[in-house]
């Protein structure tokens, strides 16, 4: 028997205005797992209706009083490991080690969320007038509209809405219509039983035909005075598009095509290891998995075939089997795509080392290529799915070129035994994120989050999400009068 779920303004659970509902689809057995309420324009400004309302007294709660609620919330989502692991099997194909690994870090992005609300938020200025004290202060914005998606659902579901409400604004989200549940539904519940005051966080889901109206409808209401998402470049510029014409700022984290660089004085085996966790895990469905493997060529022969062949024996399929690395996709449809640019790039001169054919419904088999060459879309499309590319280099300066040779820019893995090396090769690629001697799938709570060029821009995490969802504004004091010219 399917899930019921309805939205959730003003800190009740109501079915959408006209009645409407969407079906969630297991996108590995195909079944609906459950139906929610598909939301219109009058149920978002109902959402906003709610937030709005509630902002003033949520603004004014003592930060301790806060603070209270988001460690209760990291402990209350510690505790559902085993419910998470079922939404995520059933929404989005997620594998176990997957779920448990989202329940951990979302928990700890509540924890330093709690941390900021207490932590000091402003300056003392100096003064050009006599007798006078100067003061920067934060203060929140009001009303922020998140969009929260289904690929890292719990952990992207908190992150969407931990740093506007720790700096004292309410939230209104929209989840992705794939993982409506575990994006926001559940993240809203995890909340609630903490003590999330009612319209503090609003959640409204939809129907996939309804998604362009509901986001515009959201970030074009006046109250609503700063937005973020997380997604693909394609969406973030429509988004990013209506927020500017609003003049309402926004923290977009958009698509990778992120490069792994191994440098000629890597342990290889270590590669590999690291390389294999950034290509497949979650089924390459990360914004910062790596795309391109760029591998020394005086290790390019030895890299090559141990990776090849720790990639053709992991296992794929069944997200509840313990032993799956590679699930399902998203839906069936996703692994038609990926399937297609793989096609694309062989028909134009690519070799499959391993994996290639036609995906089982929403599963496509672990892939490697090689000799992939400019004119095929996998080369700067970036492929979201279990898939890489290796290409060769024989000096730095090439690396840098090739890991540099694409529109984004959010991560990248440069994998060394030389710290000094890796970091002088770090410092020269475009990226928002730079790992030495790792892997480029990584996040902390407390560290800026964010890409550069068409990655997006703004960052999530730490002070700086809190400095993302809050003004400075100039407060003065004078503490004797002032003296005019008339």
């Known amino acids: 028997m399917p899930l019921t779920r309805e939205l959730l303004i003003g800190g009740k659970d109501v079915p959408a205005a006209s009645g409407r509902t969407t079906e969630d689809i297991n996108p590995y057995t195909g079944e609906v797992y459950a139906t929610v309420a598909a939301a219109g324009p009058k149920d978002v400004t109902r959402a906003v209706d709610a937030a709005d309302a509630a902002f003033p007294e949520w603004a004014a709660l003592a930060p301790f009083a806060r603070r209270a609620i988001f460690l209760k919330a990291a402990d209350l989502l510690d505790a559902r490991g085993e419910q998470v692991a079922e939404i995520m099997a059933h929404e989005a ?3 176990r080690p997957w779920a448990y690994f989202n329940v951990a ?3 700890n992005i509540l924890r330093e969320a709690a941390a900021a609300i207490t932590a000091p938020r402003g300056e003392v200025l100096s003064a050009q007038e006599a007798g006078t004290l100067g003061l920067a202060v934060r203060e929140p914005l009001g009303v922020v509209a998140a969009f929260a998606p289904w690929n890292a659902p719990v952990i992207l579901g908190v992150r969407a809405v931990a740093a506007p409400l720790a700096a004292g604004n309410t ?7 794939d993982a409506p549940i575990a994006c926001a539904l559940l993240v809203a519940d995890v909340l609630r039983e903490a003590g999330l005051p009612d319209g503090v966080l609003n959640v409204v889901t939809n129907a996939p035909e309804d998604a362009a109206e509901i986001a515009e409808v959201l970030i074009a209401d006046p109250r609503v005075r700063a937005v973020n998402f997380t997604g693909s470049t394609g969406v973030g510029r429509i988004i990013g598009t209506h927020a ?5 700022p926004a923290v ?5 095509k992120n490069a792994v660089i191994v440098l000629d004085d890597a342990d290889v085996d270590y590669a590999v290891d690291a390389v294999t966790f950034s290509v497949f895990m979650n089924s390459g469905q990360i914004c910062m998995s790596g795309d391109r493997i760029l591998v020394h060529e005086a290790l390019a022969e030895e890299f090559t075939r141990k990776f090849t062949a720790k990639v053709a024996a992991l296992r794929a399929g069944d997200p509840a089997h313990p032993h799956t690395v590679v699930g399902p996709l998203v839906a069936a449809s996703a692994a038609r795509r990926v399937a297609a640019l793989v096609k694309d790039a062989v028909a134009k001169g690519a070799t499959v080392l391993t994996g290639g054919g036609e995906p089982e419904g929403a599963v496509h088999p672990a892939t490697v290529l090689t000799d992939v060459p400019k004119d095929a879309d996998l080369y700067y499309a970036e492929a979201f799915g279990p898939v890489c590319v290796i290409e060769t280099f024989a000096d730095d300066d090439t690396a840098v070129a090739v890991a540099n040779d694409t529109d984004n820019g959010l991560t990248c893995g440069i994998i060394t035994e030389n710290a000094t090396h890796g970091l002088a090769v770090g410092r020269r690629v475009r990226t928002g994120i730079v790992h030495i001697n790792d892997q480029s799938v990584a996040d902390e709570p407390h560290a800026p989050f964010g890409g550069v060029k068409a990655s997006g821009y703004g960052r999530f995490g730490g002070r700086w999400g809190i400095e993302a969802f809050s003004n400075t504004r100039w407060v003065t004091i004078a503490t004797q009068q002032a003296h005019y010219p008339f």
Request: hydrophobic fraction near 45%; avoid cysteine; charge should be neutral.
């Open 93 to 95: 194909g997620g594998t």
């Open 105 to 107: 870090l979302a928990a």
């Open 171 to 177: 939230v209104v989200v929209k989840p992705s219509e």
């Open 244 to 248: 500017a014409t609003h003049l309402k």
């Open 252 to 256: 977009l984290e958009l698509g990778g």
